[in-house]
């Protein structure tokens, strides 16, 4: 038996699984993005808002899904949430793909959280003044936001963000725990059915590392194109 045995990674079913693992991460990866920046902007604003219960809201949100591990998350959305719908409305679920949607909700629930406070601490940086000059125009709050503050804020929000985006890459990993089809499951499904550890979880590790190093890459070119400024 070669000592590493190339074709298994270059060729074959086991090739076409390993990749069928790396094409369903990184989708994992996009929706659970799209779906959590918009929660985190409006979970950003709940925070920053000039009523107490929005802000109390805004920091429940926060708290508590930050000091839960995203693997409770995982579990809950796929075991525990689906048990309060009607009994059809749940087989329906089962039959269907009910396992990668977990893993969306409870990735993009639990990345919001962190972003949100990326998004809150580059609005806070911008000076109290650009928040005053938008009240002197006429503009409320989220006017003042949207038109005022938020264009300015995002310089200094998008690399946080960026490393956001790297968190969130490794954690897709944590979906195998609910059988979502994806590069750390179809590495284990290799694995037990070859018995070549080596090669399948060395491909696993070689795409989280490449993408990972993609990412990274992505926010040293936005620091050096748009280095930030302080005011």
């Given at each position: 038996?070669?000592?590493?045995?190339?074709?298994?990674?270059?060729?074959?079913?086991?090739?076409?699984?390993?990749?069928?693992?790396?094409?369903?991460?990184?989708?994992?990866?996009?929706?659970?993005l799209v779906l959590a920046l918009p929660i985190a902007l409006v979970v950003a604003l709940l925070r920053l808002s000039p009523l107490a219960?929005?802000?109390?809201?805004?920091?429940?949100?926060?708290?508590?899904?930050?000091?839960?591990?995203?693997?409770?998350?995982?579990?809950?959305?796929?075991?525990?949430?689906?048990?309060?719908?009607?009994?059809?409305?749940?087989?329906?679920?089962?039959?269907?793909?009910?396992?990668?949607?977990?893993a969306i909700i409870a990735l993009s629930l639990y990345t919001a959280a962190f972003?949100?406070?990326?998004?809150?601490?580059?609005?806070?940086?911008?000076?109290?003044?650009?928040?005053?000059?938008?009240?002197?125009?006429?503009?409320?709050?989220?006017?003042?936001?949207?038109?005022?503050?938020?264009?300015?804020?995002?310089?200094?929000?998008?690399?946080?963000?960026?490393?956001?985006?790297?968190?969130?890459?490794?954690?897709?990993?944590?979906?195998?725990?609910?059988?979502?089809?994806?590069?750390?499951?179809?590495?284990?499904?290799?694995?037990?059915?070859?018995?070549?550890?080596?090669?399948?979880?060395?491909?696993?590790?070689?795409?989280?590392?490449?993408?990972?190093?993609?990412?990274?890459?992505?926010?040293?070119?936005?620091?050096?194109?748009?280095?930030?400024?302080?005011?």
């Amino acid at each position: 038996m070669p000592l590493f045995d190339y074709s298994l990674l270059l060729t074959g079913k086991y090739h076409d699984m390993l990749v069928a693992g790396l094409l369903l991460s990184l989708q994992l990866l996009a929706a659970s993005l799209v779906l959590a920046l918009p929660i985190a902007l409006v979970v950003a604003l709940l925070r920053l808002s000039p009523l107490a219960p929005l802000r109390w809201l805004g920091f429940a949100y926060v708290e508590t899904i930050r000091n839960i591990p995203l693997l409770a998350h995982m579990l809950f959305w796929y075991f525990g949430a689906p048990e309060l719908l009607p009994e059809g409305i749940k087989q329906w679920l089962y039959a269907g793909h009910i396992e990668a949607y977990s893993a969306i909700i409870a990735l993009s629930l639990y990345t919001a959280a962190f972003m949100a406070e990326d998004i809150r601490s580059g609005i806070r940086a911008i000076p109290t003044v650009q928040f005053e000059a938008g009240r002197a125009l006429g503009f409320g709050f989220l006017s003042t936001m949207r038109r005022v503050v938020l264009p300015q804020a995002l310089r200094v929000t998008v690399p946080p963000l960026i490393s956001q985006t790297l968190s969130l890459w490794k954690n897709t990993s944590i979906a195998t725990v609910i059988g979502v089809a994806e590069l750390m499951y179809q590495a284990g499904q290799v694995e037990s059915a070859t018995f070549r550890s080596f090669e399948s979880f060395a491909f696993a590790s070689a795409a989280y590392l490449t993408v990972s190093l993609a990412i990274t890459g992505l926010a040293t070119w936005y620091h050096h194109r748009f280095p930030v400024r302080t005011i």
